[in-house]
């Protein structure tokens, strides 16, 4: 059986001063390595994740109220509190607290809660204990003198409380209240307002018990209605008494419940309605009022929780169909007031345990229709949202994308909860989600193109587009089962932008897959089409829909997607051709070009891979080692023309690399006999390249020609230059003068240049331009 004395909520303190509920499990006290010692842990009762690790410092101070609170900050603006269910656990643990603190566990409070300085401290520790005037009408001035001279001092504030607490101080007063109002004693009421405003900013808990006891609170209101800065008294007692009526709808029979919550209401009366507005200084001093009224209110919802019978007559009187539309709002609630209520715990549950929410609603599929599931129920609610702004729709989306997302989803040995839930919410709950969705695009446009509908649609594609990202086979099926992207396509056609771009976002997410699934279900049904449409329509307005379209296309370029490319230009091209300000559209012909190209010459591109491999794809250590050689050489100890060769690259074979070329020359010379020069590339993003040319002398062809058949070729045994040859040191190598000469505008830069291979010979290029000429001398004869 669950240990009760050590069960407690955690709470934490929120800007608005207001305390947020952290969770509920079980404290215990032990001393944490990490911390260095002693400290709190709680430990939740659902998971047994850590909610609280707090270690217990020697300087802080904590404050024990009602018998079930302990509470403390642990930084400027922290403040934490546990609320325990026994007073057993409560003082068990402050025990623990006091221990540490060296402390007395019949104390309230464990340290001043406000440092103040030495010499003060210094006063007031060698003083006596705080000695209160006798409680004498004829000394009122005098306390109010002296109550108002110690909420300044934090010692002097404690050492008041303690003489007010022990010397049943406070009932005097009220007994003096009494003797006031019959004698019609302005000037004294005026000071008892004074006095009790000053104890109220004491923050003192065991003080609050008093005055907001059954037999005391009204007076301490009587007190506080004589403001000396008004000119006539409050009537306070008058409202509470007369005008204010406590209602049961349901009997209430726990006299104990009853008075808590009498309490409650009063002390909530006084915080908001008779104290005046507290100032920046006085705020912090009213922070244990602010506590006892929030976990009344926390004790009052445990009690009615415990009371079976106040909650079955409850839950009877709101499901009867007879009970009528007055009884329901007595009850606590009307539709509307119901609707948010039950969307705030749904939320609640969602946040805290979202695979509670989906074990249940899976088993609820076992029993129930599709139409009565919970998750439909939701999606039927954000559909049917009345707010103009859908502020419930956008919540519940919210909601629903927690449930569907597999990043909170666990996975155990036995199953796995993604599989399992998706499996079930394909199934079960995405025909109610794209409903509006597939009746709203039947035809070439929206049918219902308003506000509020384009608003639905536009949180339904948002939910839609994070399970293309998320969800991957799952709802690619359903989308290409269901025909789903060209229905999203049709909302392009919406004259409300944000929802024809939540419809292009959704087809870009589905294209930056680059599946090639996805990318034939395009092709087939040509959903270009809509997207180029909307494009042309848009004109020379540069907007984010101009700007989407273009970056769409963009990528389909950069990332090369071959399938994608070539559809849009067979298809759309005529449309695209004149687009001139971006050079996307002329690159993604380009590309579809070389495609073309290499699908007619396959040895074209098998020699372009052979060239790569051995002319610019070189080991990796040999080049360092060419690098160094180059490097470490002295130019004075060269002679002019003199070139530095490798060893390594002369005794390759070259056979397998000049006989491709020879033929591809021979075919380039029959084709373009009238051409001296091509150009081979331009730049796609709208800037001009450096031109690169090639440029063939006859000589040069026929070099290359002969050099196919040649028996002695660079590298070979005996030729000229190569390694071991008797040629002459001074001499060039033939091979140099064999070459294609390749111009650019800054110098050679290798045998041929292909389009595919200009983003990395770029880089090569960038280099060679800031060589010095001997250098690039070097590295041409290389």
Sequence with gaps: MTDTRRRVKVYTLNEDRQWDDRGTGHVSSCYVERLK???LLVRAESDGSLLLESKINPNTAYQKQQDTLIVWSEAENYDLALSFQEKAGCDEIWEKICQVQGKDPSVDITQDLVDESEEERFDDMSSP????????????????ELVASSLPSPLRREKLALALENEGYIKKLLEIFHVCEDLENIEGLHHLYEIIKGIFLLNRTALFEVMFSEECIMDVIGCLEYDPSLSQSRKHREFLTKTAKFKEVIPISDPELKQKIHQTYRVQYIQDMVLPTPSVFEENMLSTLHSFIFFNKV???GMLQEDEKFLTDLFAQLTDEATDEEKRQELGMDDAQVRSAATDIFSYLVEYNPSMVREFVMQEAQQNDDDILLINLIIEHMICDTDPELGGAVLLMGLLRTLVDPENML????????????????KHCMHVLTAPLLANTTEDKPSKDDFQTAQLLALILELLTFCVEHHTYHIKNYIINKDILRRVLVLMASKHAFLALCALRFKRKIIGLKDEFYNRYIMKSFLFEPVVKAFLNNGSRYNLMNSAIIEMFEFIRVEDIK???????????????D????????????????????QDNPKLDSMRSILRNHRYRRDARTLEDEEEMWFNTDEDDMEDGEAVVPPSDKTKNDEDIMDPISKFMERKKLKESEEKEVLLKTNLSGRQSPSFKLSFSSGTKSNLTSQSSASNLPGSPGSPGSPGSPGSPGSVSKSTSQMAAITTKGGLVGLVDYPDDDE????????EETLPLSKKAKLESS
């Design 37 to 39: 010692g002693m400290s």
């Design 129 to 144: 204990g705080l000695e209160l005037p006798s409680c004498e009408l004829s000394r009122l001035e005098e306390i109010a």
């Design 299 to 301: 004790e009052i919802v």
């Design 411 to 426: 996975a155990t040995a036995n199953k796995t909860e993604k599989t399992e839930f998706l499996g079930f919410f394909y």
């Design 563 to 577: 399938s994608l490319t070539a559809h849009v230009i067979e298809n759309y091209w005529k449309a695209l051709e």
């Design 579 to 598: 687009v001139d300000y971006v050079q996307t559209f002329k690159g993604l012909k380009l590309r579809f070009e070389q495609q073309r190209e290499r």
């Design 760 to 767: 990395e010979d770029d880089e090569d290029e960038d280099k």
